[in-house]
């Protein structure tokens, strides 16, 4: 049996599918930088080896899978080009590999990762489901019949998949290092319509999704009336958000789910529809929407002494605005305090003054310095940009954090797609003291 051996497998997607290899009994390796990263832990339960990187990890007879952070001049690309071994970058060889299975891409600006997480979730417990989730979750079912993928949009990658479904939560302008403009990324998500096979199921409540042409069919959820599915009947409780579901004006029946704010309700309705369509159970769906414990640094929460922490991963003002409305609705008598590391300098100068805005609806804001992408150059745009734009904000690193007690019943958001975590460590540490 052949060696997959994956150049690059801290990545998150490259660590899923690892992951996902490994649980279908293959025989798996990788290498990578010695920097400990939170998607190595799995691999490392799993028993998968981890190398340093170095060109003796190219032997014969392994199939080579690389992430697409690492081209040509990598030394153990060489190697494999030396020895004439196929190097198959990640897409490449998942375009390939979810042929296999009944296949349903998730893609979107926003919302990707929490969709795909609950779309597994749910699937499972109908089906052998195997998934791959952008938070680095993989997991493997041997003899799966649904393979549910997380499908990144930025650099057009998502045109690597032939998907028999595909979700599409949303288009928004992001990745402003390589998209134009919104019209750029809808463009994008118009060519990744035509390829998919079977379905596409769209949030019908944006503006540019309901303008996608594709050959095939194209099903609608969303809040407004004009939709195929429709949730209607939103209620929120210490339970969670309540909903009636509505298929073409007949209604469906009720479901719950454990989060709050509109974006997780239209997530479960594009789980509803997908399901709908291909007839799993309704008492299965109802209940296990109401089990999802979420995804990795997604609303994330622990009690924290009288506070609550929240770390999330968003780092656009629509993401921001979300998981702040989100805090407010779960609790609603709390003060809801936002720490916000930026992340990357193209990022925080293209929407600057819509960070702003976003953060505003927070009580209080706290900034840290912009998180910089190893592709930028230095940078004259400073986190004192944004500190202006917020008028009773406050900068803090890892030392000045600890004032973030004085809200003693508060509810912290650490936000971030950087490495905004260690400011909350530094924080349950300071306190600790």
Not at 155 to 178: E, G, K, Q
């Amino acid at each position: 049996m052949t060696m997959f051996h994956f150049i690059g497998i801290k990545g998150s997607g490259m660590s899923a599918l690892a992951q996902i290899l490994s649980d279908m009994n293959y025989n798996v390796q990788g290498s990578d930088v010695d920097k400990v990263f939170f998607t190595q832990k799995p691999l490392e339960d799993k028993g998968i080896p981890l190398l340093p990187f170095s060109k003796e990890n190219i032997r014969e007879g392994q199939t080579i899978i690389a992430s697409a952070a690492y081209g040509e001049d990598h030394e153990e690309v060489e190697a494999a080009a030396a020895k004439g071994m196929e190097v198959r970058p990640y897409p490449t060889f998942l375009g390939e590999f979810i042929q296999e299975f009944t296949s349903i891409a998730i893609t979107g600006s926003h919302g990707k990762t929490s969709t795909t997480g609950l779309m597994s979730h749910v699937l499972q417990h109908a089906k052998p489901t195997s998934y791959l989730i952008g938070d680095g979750t993989g997991k493997g079912e041997e003899n799966s019949e649904y393979f549910v993928f997380e499908a990144c949009e930025y650099r057009r990658h998502f045109l690597h998949y032939h998907p028999d479904y595909a979700i599409m939560t949303n288009v928004d302008f992001d990745h402003p290092d390589y998209f134009k403009n919104a019209e750029d990324v809808f463009a994008a998500f118009q060519d990744m319509a035509k390829q998919v096979k079977k379905a596409i199921i769209a949030c019908g409540d944006d503006e540019y999704l309901q303008q996608i042409n594709a050959p095939a069919p194209v099903v609608y959820y969303g809040l407004g009336e004009d939709n195929d599915f429709q949730a209607k009947n939103l209620r929120t409780d210490a339970d969670g958000t309540h909903f009636d579901v509505f298929v073409r004006n007949t209604a469906c029946g009720s479901f719950t789910i454990p989060g709050y704010g509109n974006h997780n309700v239209l997530n479960a309705l594009s789980v509803i529809a997908l399901c709908e369509y291909e007839n799993i159970n309704l008492s299965v769906v109802q209940e296990h929407l109401k089990t999802f414990g979420g995804v990795k640094r997604r609303f994330s929460e622990k009690t924290f002494g009288s506070q609550v922490l929240i770390d999330d991963y968003a780092h656009h003002p629509t993401e921001i605005a979300v998981t702040i409305e989100s805090a407010k609705q779960k609790y609603p008598n709390r003060e809801v305090v936002a720490l916000f590391q930026p992340h990357t300098f193209t990022r925080t100068k293209t929407f600057l003054d819509e960070f702003a805005e976003s953060l505003k609806e927070a009580d209080q804001v706290y900034l840290c310095d912009i998180f910089g992408s190893a592709r930028e150059k230095e940078q004259s745009l400073t986190i004192q940009d944004l500190q202006e734009r917020i008028p009773g904000s406050i900068v803090v690193d890892e030392e000045s954090v600890s004032q973030l007690h004085r809200h003693a019943q508060g509810v912290l958001l650490f936000m971030g797609a950087g490495d905004v975590q260690k400011f909350q460590d530094a924080y349950e540490k300071a306190s600790a003291n």
